[in-house]
């Protein structure tokens, strides 16, 4: 724990008889440096793994701006396009421990409550000026930002919509000061704007537009519907991406069973809420507990007893020792390919279409989910990188080479983190190149070829790997 101490600078610990809370000062928490951390350090991260400090990653609370890596490259090239993803920023829990009061957040947004931007109240003024704005049914009847006093369940926090402000305002300093990706009298088909039904895509996504393009007209921006959060469009019948992922359930169900340290833990819990154990468990405790921690909000107590950071440790133990099973045992792969393959495929589509020089959907952003990045970063081949963490943001840059004009290339960056040379696609290019990016057609031939390599048997092709018979 000392590790962790220095690591937060500014922050304090208060503990008492039953809680262990951190309470931050001045910024709210953990450094920049290392909250940009995609990739384990092992000259700056605890030589143990350390729930707490994995914790405070991934509540990714607001501090000072952090730096980045977005648009790094050298003087001869162009930036083409770029095609953004990102999870929803911090949100209220999805589920609620049984017999205990919900955590007390408000999801108004609130100019003098930390945390604070400096575009929010604007962010309110033009979001109240949206209700005609032209988005695809049903997003047309959700509302534009969060305003209940008492957040609903999975409704979008302050936190989340500054996380957002801040990654837009970060990208346009970047994308849009720097390298011009879009001219000043952008038009609508220019952007392409994605988001599953849930309020809390639909407001992460507005509130990263507000702060990449400020005061954006609304007659501009159309939002379309993804029903699926894999976005796989009409490509999401894959019988095949199932039967992985019913297999990787059940591992992840007989690693749970192993840990008997966990089952105690929901033992203790289910005592001091007084439900039946398989309840507690069934309500997915750490999503809630996760609200309180990243909100300093105490853990909940009955006259049994506290809910405390003991049982949260643990908790949150076996959820990353479930992580590094699922990379080592490699069902998660397999889904992941498939899972990710048709947002991959239609990525590269476009990238193709701007290399022809067709200057629609230059700027692309899909407003998601945990579930819609982590197949995608697995795919990639970047099985190192960290679970995403609220508002996280994964990158897809095309440039072009002024020098050789027909000559292409991507960078793929996660929250900031150029991760270009860990993709299995472009792992060994930098070894006999100079150049700081991959060629474009590494990516190609990952998407329309090798990805159905990596998953055995002899399907070429989406339809056939879906529909193997015999696996």
């Known amino acids: 724990m000392i590790y962790f101490i220095k690591s937060m600078k ?13 309470v ?26 350390d729930p707490v400090y994995e914790a405070l990653l991934y509540c990714n609370i607001p501090s000072v701006a952090e730096r980045s890596m977005e648009g790094h490259a050298p003087h001869h090239f162009k930036l083409v396009s770029v095609h953004v993803f990102i999870r929803h920023g911090d949100r209220y829990p999805l589920y609620v421990i049984p017999k205990t009061k919900r955590p007390e957040i408000d999801c108004t ?13 604007a962010f309110v003024s033009h979001m109240s000026k949206g209700s005609g704005a032209s988005f695809e049914s049903p997003l047309n009847s959700l509302p ?81 519907h993804q029903p699926s959060a894999l976005f796989c469009s009409g490509s999401c019948y894959c019988p095949v991406r199932n039967q992985y992922l019913e297999k990787e359930q059940r591992r992840q169900y007989l690693l749970r069973l192993k840990n008997s340290q966990l089952e105690k833990t929901y033992g203790e819990m289910a005592k001091i809420v007084d439900v039946p154990t398989k309840q507690l468990r069934a309500a997915n405790p750490i999503d809630s507990m996760l609200c309180h921690f990243c ?14 950071m003991e049982h949260f440790k643990v908790i949150k133990t076996h959820q990353i020792e479930d992580e590094k099973e699922r990379r080592e045992k490699k069902l998660y792969l397999g889904y992941s390919l498939l899972g990710a393959h048709p947002i991959l495929n239609q990525t590269i589509s476009r990238m193709q279409r701007a ?39 994964l990158i897809f840059e095309l440039w072009q080479d002024r020098e050789k004009p027909s000559e292409h290339s991507v960078r793929i960056l996660y929250n900031g983190v150029d991760v270009t040379f860990h993709t ?19 990516l190609v031939r990952f998407v329309k070829r090798d990805m ?5 048997g002899s399907s070429t092709n989406y339809y056939d790997a879906c529909h193997r018979e015999g696996f």
């Open 295 to 308: 909100h300093n909000v105490s853990f909940p107590c009955t006259k049994n007893g506290c809910v405390d």
């Open 452 to 456: 159905f390599v990596a998953l055995g």
């Open 109 to 121: 947004l609130v100019a003098n409550r930390k945390p604070y931007h400096p575009k929010l109240e």
């Open 144 to 224: 534009l930002y969060p305003n209940h006093p008492l957040c609903e369940m999975g409704e979008l926090t302050q936190t989340g919509v500054v996380q957002h402000l801040q990654n837009g305002q970060l990208l346009r300093d970047i994308y849009l000061k720097k390298h011009k990706l879009l001219p000043t009298d952008w038009s609508a088909d220019q952007l392409y704007l994605e988001t599953t039904g849930k309020s809390r895509t639909l407001q992460s996504g507005l509130a990263l537009l507000y702060g990449f393009l400020p005061d954006f007209d609304w007659k501009k921006i159309y939002f379309r």
């Open 10 to 22: 500014r922050g304090v610990w208060l503990s008492s008889a039953v809680h262990l809370i951190p």
């Open 24 to 49: 931050s000062a001045a910024k709210n928490g953990v450094s920049s440096k290392s909250r940009k951390r995609i990739l384990p350090d092992p000259a700056t991260e605890p030589p143990v793994t």
């Open 355 to 393: 290399t022809e020089g067709r200057k629609e959907e230059l700027f692309a952003l899909y407003s998601a989910h945990d579930v819609t990045l982590s197949p995608v970063l697995s795919a990639l081949g970047l099985s190192e990188a960290r679970f995403p963490r609220f508002a996280a943001r």
């Open 424 to 442: 299995s696609f472009c792992q060994d290019h930098h070894k006999h190149s100079p150049k700081p990016m991959c060629p474009l057609e590494n």
